[in-house]
């Protein structure tokens, strides 16, 4: 119980000192909502009264902890630029974020394992450094460079996805996945060369333990040594840092969205930044916030199930203050 209250806690802090860092930023750049709202032609007073009504006139301090009480409340606030609610913009537009974000995860994890494996069976082979060399060179290229060399190679030169826009999966999966495929490679490109190196370094590592040495002594083949006794306990780091990059594509895709024009979640808080829509932007990074903790739980709780010895290690016992101080004077 005491773990879980840490916990929710621990995500309680995290998400109000992310919102309230994004709404001072808001707070502190030039521009109105009101001025966006009424346009170019209004007048100081009538963006003054505006400013009444919406509750902007107020301190910066009790704007946000009026907009925290109703969000803890599950009431994430209205945009004054739409007038539509915070929580339906982003149930409308939060499939396209997690096709892309899961469909990028998918591609990384796939191609990295294979080239983890490659790498780890042979290291400092000409094949090991090839692989590595390869990596190196995706892990330098950034997203908004990786996007465009993809639309030119395989949209433009080869004709074989979309460059652009959506397609919804009520028209076919076929063209849904061609669509989404792109700027989930794009999004990916940089996870393939984080998940190949961590990977290969730890399955080398298991690879020269004890255990693998007897496996393989009495007759074991090698691809059943491989991927029945190294790869499991291998994949620790794998799976935290694979969990850290599907909370980080989900927050992270404003980028590949605003390249290939995709109604997601981060196309919606580039729009509401640049018209100064503080609710939506703060109801967002709030949403992203939770995402991110929940993932984060999520991978704590898969180090138990990949390997059981995780739920069974006895806690460490913390010792009382007079007892450090006893040993400490013996």
């Known amino acids: 119980m005491t773990d879980v209250m840490r916990r929710v806690g621990y995500a309680a802090l995290v998400i109000v000192l992310v919102t309230f860092g994004v709404s001072l930023l808001l707070h502190f750049s030039p ?37 925290l009480w109703h969000a803890v409340r599950g009431d994430l606030g209205t945009s004054p630029i739409t007038g539509r609610s915070v929580t339906q913009s982003i149930a409308e537009r939060l499939p396209v974020t997690l096709e892309i974000a899961a469909l990028a995860l998918i591609i990384s994890l796939s191609v990295a394992v294979v080239l983890a494996v490659l790498s780890a069976t042979a290291p400092n082979s000409a094949l090991d450094r090839g ?35 959506w397609t919804s999966i009520e028209a076919g999966l076929g063209p849904n996945l061609r669509a989404a495929f792109l700027p989930a490679l794009a999004a990916g490109l940089v996870e393939i060369a984080s998940f190949h190196r961590v990977l ?24 059943y040594v491989l991927f029945r006794h190294a790869f499991r306990p291998s994949s620790f780091s794998l799976l935290t840092v694979s969990g850290l990059s599907l909370a980080r594509l989900i927050g992270g895709t404003i980028i590949v969205e605003a390249l290939f024009v995709l109604p997601g979640l981060g196309q919606l808080i580039t729009q509401s930044i640049a018209q100064r829509d503080v609710i939506t932007v703060q109801g967002v990074v709030a949403f992203i916030a939770i995402v991110f903790v929940i993932i ?19 806690r460490v016992q913390r010792k009382p203050k007079a007892t450090i101080k006893k040993e400490a004077a013996v």
């Open 296 to 314: 984060n739980t999520l991978v704590d709780v898969g180090y138990g199930l990949i390997d059981p010895r995780v739920r069974r290690a006895p």
């Open 31 to 67: 521009g109105s909502v009101a001025q966006i709202v009424l346009g170019e032609e209004a007048t100081p007073e009538n963006i003054a009264a505006l400013e009444r009504e919406l509750g902007l006139d107020r301190p910066f301090f009790v704007q946000y902890l009026d907009w």
């Open 131 to 165: 692989i590595n060399a390869v990596t190196s060179v995706i892990l330098s290229i950034p997203t908004f460079v990786a996007g465009p060399l993809l639309i030119f190679l395989f949209a433009i030169t080869f004709k074989g996805f979309p460059a652009l826009g």
């Open 200 to 223: 290969r370094a730890d399955l080398i590592g298991t690879l020269r333990e004890d255990f693998v040495a007897a496996a393989r002594a009495k007759g074991m083949g090698r691809a």
